[in-house]
């Protein structure tokens, strides 16, 4: 079956840690798939996969990235941690054997997010984020982020995202200011 050959490559790849954290993200993502009518088992992959290049070192990931989208931009040289979902988009394709651009988007923009992203990269976006193994959402605020519809879950997470890098002094991204701007823009 083809979810364990990448369950199998994601072990090989990851510590237990993140490997956890990808299982849940997975379960998640499908939860969330079923939740707004997105594809579960695409949603399921792309949850599991999102961070299968995070471990990998730094000029691997630089180089996977750089591959994946061309040159990078200036905040992705100035902010190494974005780059991961980039190589790891890399790696499904070109050692996977992944074609779906569905999903290796969702993988692509699962850390900062896109103008233009579809549902399925929505909802592993916001999957990560909500997946129960994280400690920075209590169960109550979880499910009350589950209520909303997926364009303002999105746009919470966005939110709570920009708080974090703010208090840490980090610019959020570009990419990430332009989904916002192109969701809260109604």
Known sequence: MVKEVYKKALREMLKHKRYEHSLRSAQTAGE?????????????????????????????????????????????????????????????????????????NAIRFHTTGAAGMDLLAKVVFAADYLEPGRDHLSSRKRGELLNLSIDDLVVSVLESTRFYLESKDIPMSPDSWELYRELTKR
Do not use: M
């Open 32 to 104: 969330l798939a079923g939740r707004y009518g997105a594809d579960r088992d695409k949603a399921w992959i792309a949850g599991l996969l999102h961070d299968i290049s995070r471990e990998q070192s730094p000029d691997t990931i630089r180089e996977w990235a750089t591959l994946d989208k061309g040159a990078l931009t200036s905040y992705e040289e100035a902010h190494f941690n974005v780059l991961h979902s980039y190589a790891s988009a890399w790696y499904c394709s070109n050692k996977l054997g992944i074609d779906d651009q569905s999903v290796l």
